[in-house]
Structures are given as C-alpha cells and as structure tokens.
C-alpha cells in the first residue's frame, strides 16, 4: 500500500483567515481526492485533484473557497480559504479508487475559531 | 434516497460475538465495494476491497456482496475489544469518474 504523509495532522486557526493542508504520497499515484468528514455525517467528496490541470469540485464546493494544486503525481494541496467555524471538520486525501485499493491520509483536524 | 446507506448504530456486543455490518444502496453501477475501519481521532484503514459479487475473506475478517440485492456485509468473527472502531463501507463505479461514496459508518464497541 502507498504510504501518505498529510500535514498538519490538527490545527487551530482564526475565522478570515486559510489553512493550506498538504498530502505527500511515496509513489506516483493517477487518482487523488479530498474529504472532509464532519461529526455523524458521511464522507463528503469536496474535489478531485487532477495532475496538471484544474480540480473537479463537487456540487457545493468551489475554487475560491477551496483552492487545490496537484503539481505531480505525488503531491497535492487543499487550501481552506477565509475560514469560518462551519468549516471546522476532518480533512483526509485519498490516493487510488476505482479498480485500485485506495488509502486515506491521516486526516487533518481543523478547528475554526 | 442516498446512495449509500449505512445503520449508524451504535452496535454493542460482548467479546466474542460475530458482528454483522451492513450499507444497501441505489445505483447498480457501482462494481467495487470496500470496507474501512477508523479509530477515534484516526485516518480510516482499508479492511477489505472486492469487485463485484461474491465473498472474500482476511482472517477474522469477511466481506460480502449481493449485486442483485444491491446488499454489502462485513462479518467479523471471534471480535476482540481492540475491534472497536466506526467501519465505513464504500464504492465505486468502473471507469469514469473513480471517486468513492460512503456510508455513514457504524460505531462498534465490543465488551471484554
């Protein structure tokens, strides 16, 4: 299994201002997304991250509030923009899917102050 | 109608036990299924991964699925309290878009 570093594993931030998550991956992975994870909800899709070009953004997720950079096949980014405390979640990236296993990163726990 | 659901539970059972978890869900298309578990304050682990119909199994550890029924269980035997845990199942569909839908999980505690 590919081994993930996501970083910052927690953080705590002031409303206005944007976190910049990141996800590190061993090995050159095709597919990459981003979750968040709120309490008692599912796992909900924000985006998918796609290697040299724009992401994919779920319905209900945009670009201005939640930018991401895939720059290679191993790397991406999800920033929170202008934070406020409904964002306080669980971000996780998830490398692989669909005919391959896919793995989560340890998730990243965000609190919005 | 979502297109995963899961019984968020909570499921309690006494050390030992078989545990039964289940998700139905919608859309026939979805042909790879998988089963996560996640400790408090962890990244979910992936426990199990099967495409299509049929049974798989990894130790104590056994994963179903009914197409036809549009059913999916995971079955853990002789259950330990170092099992307790919320297991997400999950799925995908085969070419396209690979992105995965999750159940909401089940929370399980087993008692020593």
Do not use: H
């Not at chain 1, 980014?77 to 996780?92: F, G, K």
């Not at chain 2, 990894?58 to 179903?64: K, M, N, V, Y």
Request: aromatic content about 12%; hydrophobic content about 30%; charged content about 15%.
């Amino acid at each position: 299994s590919a081994v993930i570093s996501q970083k910052p594993s927690r953080d705590i931030c002031q409303r206005g201002t944007s976190l910049t998550i990141q996800c590190q991956v061993d090995s050159q992975v095709t597919m990459m997304f981003w979750y968040r994870q709120q309490p008692g909800q599912s796992l909900t899709l924000i985006a998918t991250a796609n290697q040299g070009s724009e992401a994919t953004y779920e319905s209900g997720f945009v670009i201005d509030k939640f930018p991401i950079s895939r720059p290679n096949l191993t790397f991406s980014t999800l920033t929170v923009s202008n934070m406020s405390p409904e964002d306080s979640s669980i971000y996780l990236c998830l490398v692989g899917g669909g005919n391959t296993e896919a793995f989560f990163g340890q998730g990243t726990r965000l609190t919005v102050v | 109608q979502k297109e995963v659901e899961q019984d968020p539970g909570p499921l309690s059972v006494p050390e030992g036990a078989i545990v039964s978890l289940n998700c139905t869900y919608s859309n026939s298309a979805f042909q790879y299924f998988m089963w996560y578990r996640q400790y408090s304050r962890k990244g979910p682990e992936l426990l199990m991964y099967t495409y299509s119909s049929g049974n798989k199994e990894d130790g104590r550890f056994t994963a179903q699925v009914d197409k036809s029924s549009k059913y999916i269980s995971l079955f853990i035997r002789d259950s330990q309290p170092s099992d307790s845990a919320t297991y997400l199942c999950a799925m995908s569909f085969q070419g396209g878009s690979e992105k995965l839908v999750f159940g909401k999980g089940t929370k399980l505690t087993v008692n020593p």
